[in-house]
T-cell receptor, first 116, second 118 residues
Framework: EAGVAQSPRYKIIEKRQSVAFWCNPI?????LYWYQQILGQGPKLLIQ????????DSQLPKDRFSAERLKGVDSTLKIQPAKLEDSAVYLC??????????????FGEGSRLTVL | AQKITQTQPGMFVQEKEAVTLDCTYD???????LFWYKQPSSGEMIFLIY??????QNATEGRYSLNFQKARKSANLVISASQLGDSAMYFC???????????????FGRGTQLTVWP
């Protein structure tokens, strides 16, 4: 079974530029998450989708961040314009609600963003 | 208030020894789940073990076990017979809601960096 795919793995941009990250979840996983992990901290949820609907985007800085999950499969996270404090690893994860399973999240390798 | 607190920024253990990584949580919900993830230097988060709030037994998965003390709101991870490959960042996380539910937000702690030395 293929895991969560993310691209690009690394991106370096200057402040005020824009960037987009792509995520393809595990096939059949209805729930997709974008997390931001700043160096030395735990991941923080930015946005959570259930199929193509937003479940939780309360911590998404909506003046500069946007995300979509058209057709309920893959997703794109965009930052425009980027700030220095956006330097972080952006982790995509997916999960499936199935019987008595734990509902654990399966993570991709992350996209590391450096804003200069 | 922090939902998840991990008070040990770093831990060191000798190969083949056991180590306990601490985690306390804060919730007023009766139904919740606790997770531990491992993050090696490569960056990917790897799921290790899960404990549901209504589970009567402490969870175990191979060399990993979860010491769940509900009244104290603690969910410590115990790694037995440490291996060099266990060196990584370890995160405790919690989601409020019934077992298997994917709708609730998963809250993470700040992590504990474990170093296993020969």
């Amino acid at each position: 079974e293929a895991g969560v795919a993310q691209s690009p793995r690394y991106k370096i941009i200057e402040k005020r530029q824009s960037v987009a990250f792509w995520c393809n979840p595990i096939s059949g996983h209805a729930t997709l998450y974008w997390y931001q992990q700043i160096l030395g901290q735990g991941p923080k949820l930015l946005i959570q989708f259930q199929n193509n609907g937003v479940v939780d985007d309360s911590q998404l800085p909506k003046d500069r961040f946007s995300a979509e999950r058209l057709k309920g499969v893959d997703s794109t996270l965009k930052i425009q314009p980027a700030k220095l404090e956006d330097s972080a690893v952006y982790l995509c994860a997916s999960s499936v609600q199935q019987g008595a399973n734990t509902g654990e999240l399966f993570f991709g390798e992350g996209s590391r963003l450096t804003v200069l | 208030a922090q939902k998840i607190t991990q008070t040990q920024p770093g831990m060191f253990v000798q190969e083949k020894e056991a180590v306990t990584l601490d985690c306390t949580y804060d919730t007023s919900d009766q139904s919740y789940g606790l997770f531990w993830y491992k993050q090696p230097s490569s960056g990917e988060m790897i799921f290790l073990i899960y404990q549901g709030s209504y589970d009567e037994q402490n969870a175990t998965e191979g060399r990993y076990s979860l010491n769940f003390q509900k009244a104290r709101k603690s969910a410590n991870l115990v790694i037995s017979a440490s291996q060099l490959g266990d060196s990584a960042m370890y995160f405790c996380a919690m989601r409020e809601g019934p077992r298997g539910s994917t709708l609730g937000r998963l809250y993470f702690g700040r992590g504990t960096q474990l170093t296993v030395w020969p």
